[in-house]
């Protein structure tokens, strides 16, 4: 398998919001093979669809303990907060320190196209609300005050280089 390209920031695709799936058939399942191909080709732990070019609501994920593949992931329930510097794929070189909640229940379709409903902690929940940000057009940029996009803008390699990339 050929890695595909991952689309980078700013490119527009990164901004839309992705398309619910309203069946998760063969090809759903073949981009989500891809998607976990291409995220670990690069060395990530979790990927969503407008990462590789395609909004809709797919997001892959592999913290270690197997392989997670949800089509419309949606947030049902969080619980406590905590920091983490997060890198990611579609933004190299940049490493922004989110505030999230620790433990989340998430809600979506496997990958047999059956919903499911998750608890996730600790690494597993930030990564889930990472991609699920990218569903929404939404980026570890979008995080940093304006004095630090502003820095960013004007001195893009001066990011700090992330240890997990999303
Ligand atoms: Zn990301």
């Known amino acids: 398998m050929e890695p595909l390209k991952i689309s980078k920031y700013p490119n527009g695709i990164l901004r839309k919001k992705c398309a619910s799936v309203e069946r998760v058939a063969d090809s759903e399942r073949k981009l989500f093979e891809e998607m976990l191909f291409a995220m670990r080709h690069f060395a990530g732990i979790g990927l969503a669809a407008p990462q590789i070019g395609i909004a809709r609501n797919l997001i892959v994920?592999?913290?270690?303990?197997?392989?997670?593949?949800?089509?419309?992931?949606?947030?049902?329930?969080?619980?406590?907060?905590?920091?983490?510097?997060?890198?990611?794929?579609?933004?190299?070189?940049?490493?922004?320190?989110?505030?999230?909640?620790?433990?989340?229940?998430?809600?979506?379709?496997?990958?047999?196209?059956?919903?499911?409903?998750?608890?996730?902690?600790?690494?597993?929940?930030?990564?889930?609300?990472?991609?699920?940000?990218?569903?929404?057009?939404?980026?570890?940029?979008?995080?940093?005050?304006?004095l630090e996009r502003l820095r960013l803008r004007l001195h893009p390699r001066k990011g700090r280089r992330a240890d997990a990339h999303l």
């Open 61 to 146: 994920a592999d913290i270690g303990e197997g392989a997670v593949r949800l089509a419309n992931p949606a947030i049902v329930e969080t619980k406590g907060s905590g920091k983490m510097e997060e890198g990611c794929l579609s933004v190299p070189g940049v490493g922004v320190v989110i505030d999230r909640p620790e433990e989340i229940v998430v809600k979506g379709l496997n990958e047999k196209g059956r919903v499911v409903e998750w608890k996730a902690r600790g690494l597993l929940a930030r990564v889930l609300q990472h991609e699920i940000d990218h569903l929404n057009g939404r980026l570890i940029v979008d995080y940093l005050n304006l």
